[in-house]
């Protein structure tokens, strides 16, 4: 079984659901998933620098704690020169990535953020800029790519259509969401996706159209992150979702896409203190660390308890590495580019 997701041939259905519905730390998996990752990334843990810019959003995603109708989020934008900040003292620490991650905001049109994209790049030309601000036109898309953004993330949520309307309202589509990943694959974007997992009304079927859309895709980076209530949502009241089988399926995902981006998600690190160790254990290679201004933080509050200090903070970096090493991995100063087959 492990052998077949090994050659990247995918599963009978079946058989990856014997593994989903298992509830188990699959110690052969994580064994597996770990020889594979260090086959194509070494020991090599590459860091991003996560600088979340505006928590200020245009959609109502009911499991999101920044959706537009939750009126207890106090929210905050950060102009050119805050960014341009974390960015610099990013730079310091030995980041050379940053991640411009914000709400559907449209305050940042075009040429604002080609603007700010421009002025992190002119400064420093060595570093990547990945974005992840959600939905735009195909245009925009374009726009961004020749300022000098290079990666872009935009988690699918869920590759089935009936389940993606039970977490969104009918202003938004799954078709729209697929249309702009294929978009930013066409401009030539090292694009990322994934989904969360254990989100209110998931079947293991909906999880499996979740990896065949992934193998479709091909991404070069895939997120995944257990599913975590935010208590002013209309899912207050679910549960959230399971860290063994977001471990096994980020054992799984690397079996399956060996040369992926896969990060050890703050998600993870919120819902047990060890959860990122052991994504990292089972085929994680990337830690996106928090960058942004210390008192903004708290208010990018996607889901409860949403962790931002320790290892989760870019300036802890130190600690990082001494969690690498516990780990046999080491984090590495590097621009860190996906490593295509
Ligand atoms: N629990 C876990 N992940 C969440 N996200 C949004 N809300 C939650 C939640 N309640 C994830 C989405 C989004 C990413 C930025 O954060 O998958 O794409």
New binding site residues.
């Given amino acids: 079984m492990i052998d077949s997701l090994r050659k990247n041939c995918g599963l009978p259905d079946e058989e990856l659901m014997n593994i989903l519905e298992s509830d188990l730390y699959d110690n052969a998996l994580v064994y597996e998933a770990d020889i594979v990752r260090r086959s194509v990334y070494g020991t090599d843990i590459y860091i991003r620098g996560l600088i979340e810019f505006t928590n200020y959003c245009k959609n109502n995603?009911y499991?999101?704690?920044i959706r537009r109708d939750n009126k207890n989020a106090e929210r905050y934008r950060l102009d050119s020169d805050d960014i341009f900040k974390c960015c610099s003292e990013g730079y310091s620490l030995g980041y050379r990535t940053f991640v411009l991650?914000g709400g559907e905001d449209m305050y940042y049109n075009d040429k604002k953020i080609c603007s700010i994209v421009y002025r992190i790049k002119s400064a420093y030309p060595d570093c990547a800029v990945t974005l992840?601000i959600g939905e735009r036109s195909k245009e925009s898309y374009k726009a961004f790519f020749n300022a000098g953004v290079s990666r872009y993330l935009l988690?699918h949520?869920t590759a089935d259509e009936k389940h993606y309307a039970k977490l969104h309202p009918n202003e938004m589509s799954l078709k729209n969401r697929k249309r702009c990943l294929w978009d930013l694959k066409e401009i030539g974007y090292q694009v990322g996706s994934?989904?969360?997992v254990g989100s209110p009304y998931q079947t293991v079927h909906n999880i499996i159209s979740d990896m065949h859309f992934l193998k479709e895709l091909d991404p070069d980076m895939i997120g995944i992150?257990?599913?975590?209530?935010?208590k002013d949502t209309p899912f207050a009241n679910k549960n959230n979702g399971s860290l063994l089988l977001t471990i096994r399926l980020i054992a799984m995902l690397r079996l399956m896409f060996p040369h992926a981006l896969i990060p050890a998600t703050t998600?993870l690190g919120t819902i047990h203190p060890l959860g990122r160790e052991m994504a990292l254990k089972a085929g994680a290679n990337v830690i996106m660390p928090n960058l942004s201004p210390f008192d903004i933080r708290r208010k990018y509050s996607?889901?409860d308890n949403k962790k931002f200090t320790g290892t989760e903070s870019a300036q802890s970096k130190e600690s990082l590495e001494k969690m690498a090493e516990s780990l046999e991995y080491r984090i590495v100063v590097d621009v860190g580019d996906v490593k295509r087959l």
Avoid: D
């Avoid at 992150?225 to 935010?230: D, K, S």
């Fill in positions: 995603c499991y999101c704690g991650q992840s988690r949520e994934g989904f969360m992150g257990t599913y975590i209530t935010h998600a996607l889901y």
